[in-house]
C-alpha cells in the first residue's frame, strides 16, 4: 500500500513553478515573467539572498504587474531579513494589487553568505525556527480581520491593524519548506504548503543523504502524523536541485551517485533530483506524487524552457 493510499483521498494535481535569480538572458524581467506564464508554469519564485538576485519585494511586485494569471512567491523570505508587522503590509499589497496571486514563503536563515557578508548577527538554528515559528504568527494575524496582540521572544505587537487585508480572507498560502523534525512538524500545523526537503548544513548546500528516498519516507511520514486530518489539505512541494531534460543523462548521474554516495535509482529517485528524457521525467513525477504526494515542482530559471514539455503534459493532472 502506498503513502498516498493511507492516506489522501485523492492525489492533488500537478503545477510547477520558476524560481528566476534575474531575467532570462537578453530579455527584461517583465518579459520573462510573461513567458513563464505562457509557459504553463503556475508561479514565479524569487530568492531572498543578498549575494545572488534581484529584491524580491520588487521582483513579485513587478511579475504581478506585467502577467495576468501567474501567481508569484518567495522562495523563502528569510525572517531575520525584515519585521514581521513591516512585511505583512508590503505582501498585503501585492496580493490585493494583483488580484489575490500571492503565495508567501519563509525560512528561518540558512545560508551563511547572507549573514556573514551583510553584518546580521546569525544566531542558533534553534534561535531562527523559533524566531521563524513567530514571524509566521504573526503575518497570519495580521492578514486576519481586526487588530493584533502579540508578545512572544522576539516581536512584541499591540493593537495593530494590518492593511490592507488580503485578497483571500485569512491570508495567502503560507509555504514553509525544511528538513529538520522541527521546522517540519510546524509547518504541518501551521503551512498550507510545505516542502519537504534534504537538510542544509554549511553554506545552504543540501546534504545529500538526507535527500535519498528512505529518509523522505521518514520526513513525510513524520508531516503526516502531525498535521493529522490536516494533512489531505496540504500541498507537497519540491525545489529541483539538479534538473536535466536530455535523452543521454549518463554524465549528470554519474556525478550525482558518486555526491550522494549512494546507488543510482536511489540517486535518480531522490526529490531534489529530476533528469531524464521528458518521458522518463513524467514518469518519476507521477511515481514520486504516487509515493510521497509531490505535486508541486520548482525549477531553476535556466531549466524552465527545457521542462515546458513536461510542464504542457503534466500541469493539471
Same mark, same amino acid.
Given at each position: 500500500?502506498?503513502?498516498?493510499?493511507?492516506?489522501?483521498?485523492?492525489?492533488?494535481?500537478?503545477?510547477?513553478?520558476?524560481?528566476?535569480?534575474?531575467?532570462?538572458?537578453?530579455?527584461?524581467?517583465?518579459?520573462?515573467?510573461?513567458?513563464?506564464?505562457?509557459?504553463?508554469?503556475?508561479? *514565479? #519564485?524569487?530568492?531572498? &539572498?543578498?549575494?545572488?538576485?534581484?529584491?524580491?519585494?520588487?521582483?513579485?511586485?513587478?511579475?504581478?504587474?506585467?502577467?495576468?494569471?501567474?501567481? @508569484?512567491?518567495?522562495?523563502? *523570505?528569510?525572517?531575520? #531579513?525584515? &519585521?514581521?508587522?513591516?512585511?505583512?503590509?508590503?505582501?498585503?499589497? !501585492?496580493?490585493?494589487?494583483?488580484?489575490?496571486?500571492?503565495?508567501?514563503?519563509?525560512?528561518?536563515?540558512?545560508?551563511? $553568505?547572507?549573514?556573514?557578508?551583510?553584518?546580521?548577527?546569525?544566531?542558533?538554528?534553534?534561535?531562527? @525556527?523559533?524566531?521563524?515559528?513567530? &514571524?509566521?504568527?504573526?503575518?497570519?494575524? $495580521?492578514?486576519?480581520?481586526?487588530?493584533?496582540?502579540?508578545?512572544?521572544?522576539?516581536?512584541?505587537?499591540?493593537?495593530?491593524?494590518?492593511?490592507?487585508?488580503?485578497?483571500?480572507?485569512?491570508?495567502?498560502?503560507?509555504?514553509?519548506?525544511?528538513?529538520?523534525?522541527?521546522?517540519?512538524? #510546524?509547518?504541518?500545523?501551521?503551512?498550507?504548503?510545505?516542502?519537504?526537503?534534504?537538510?542544509?548544513?554549511?553554506?545552504?548546500?543540501?546534504?545529500?543523504?538526507?535527500? $535519498?528516498?528512505?529518509? !523522505?519516507?521518514?520526513?513525510?511520514?513524520?508531516?503526516?502524523?502531525?498535521?493529522?486530518?490536516?494533512?489531505?489539505?496540504?500541498?507537497?512541494?519540491?525545489?529541483?536541485?539538479?534538473?536535466?531534460?536530455?535523452?543521454?543523462?549518463?554524465?549528470?548521474?554519474?556525478?550525482?551517485?558518486?555526491?550522494?554516495?549512494?546507488?543510482?535509482?536511489?540517486?535518480?529517485?531522490?526529490? !531534489?533530483?529530476?533528469?531524464?528524457?521528458?518521458?522518463? @521525467?513524467?514518469?518519476?513525477?507521477?511515481?514520486?506524487?504516487?509515493?510521497?504526494?509531490?505535486?508541486?515542482?520548482?525549477?531553476?530559471?535556466?531549466?524552465?524552457?527545457?521542462?515546458?514539455?513536461?510542464?504542457?503534459?503534466?500541469?493539471?493532472?
Amino acid at each position: 500500500m502506498t503513502a498516498h493510499q493511507r492516506g489522501a483521498r485523492h492525489p492533488r494535481r500537478f503545477r510547477f513553478g520558476v524560481e528566476m535569480q534575474g531575467p532570462f538572458p537578453g530579455m527584461s524581467w517583465a518579459d520573462s515573467a510573461r513567458e513563464v506564464e505562457a509557459m504553463g508554469y503556475s508561479t *514565479l #519564485f524569487v530568492p531572498d &539572498h543578498f549575494h545572488q538576485g534581484w529584491g524580491p519585494i520588487a521582483g513579485m511586485a513587478t511579475t504581478a504587474a506585467a502577467t495576468t494569471s501567474l501567481i @508569484v512567491a518567495p522562495l523563502v *523570505l528569510a525572517c531575520d #531579513f525584515r &519585521h514581521p508587522a513591516v512585511l505583512a503590509r508590503e505582501l498585503a499589497s !501585492i496580493d490585493v494589487l494583483s488580484g489575490g496571486r500571492l503565495e508567501i514563503g519563509l525560512g528561518a536563515g540558512y545560508n551563511e $553568505l547572507d549573514y556573514s557578508r551583510s553584518g546580521i548577527p546569525m544566531d542558533s538554528p534553534g534561535i531562527r @525556527v523559533d524566531r521563524l515559528m513567530e &514571524h509566521t504568527r504573526v503575518l497570519q494575524q $495580521l492578514f486576519a480581520d481586526g487588530t493584533t496582540n502579540f508578545v512572544g521572544n522576539h516581536y512584541r505587537i499591540t493593537e495593530l491593524d494590518g492593511t490592507p487585508k488580503p485578497v483571500t480572507p485569512g491570508g495567502p498560502p503560507i509555504i514553509i519548506a525544511g528538513g529538520g523534525a522541527r521546522l517540519l512538524r #510546524f509547518a504541518a500545523q501551521h503551512a498550507d504548503i510545505i516542502g519537504i526537503n534534504p537538510s542544509t548544513k554549511g553554506k545552504g548546500r543540501p546534504t545529500a543523504q538526507d535527500a $535519498l528516498p528512505e529518509r !523522505i519516507d521518514e520526513k513525510v511520514a513524520l508531516v503526516r502524523a502531525e498535521a493529522g486530518e490536516r494533512f489531505d489539505t496540504l500541498e507537497l512541494n519540491a525545489w529541483l536541485s539538479v534538473a536535466e531534460i536530455s535523452e543521454d543523462t549518463s554524465t549528470t548521474v554519474d556525478a550525482l551517485t558518486g555526491r550522494f554516495g549512494a546507488a543510482r535509482d536511489d540517486v535518480l529517485a531522490s526529490p !531534489i533530483v529530476l533528469v531524464g528524457s521528458a518521458s522518463e @521525467v513524467v514518469e518519476r513525477l507521477l511515481q514520486r506524487r504516487e509515493r510521497w504526494g509531490y505535486s508541486y515542482i520548482v525549477v531553476q530559471g535556466s531549466a524552465a524552457r527545457a521542462f515546458a514539455p513536461v510542464v504542457a503534459s503534466l500541469r493539471g493532472q
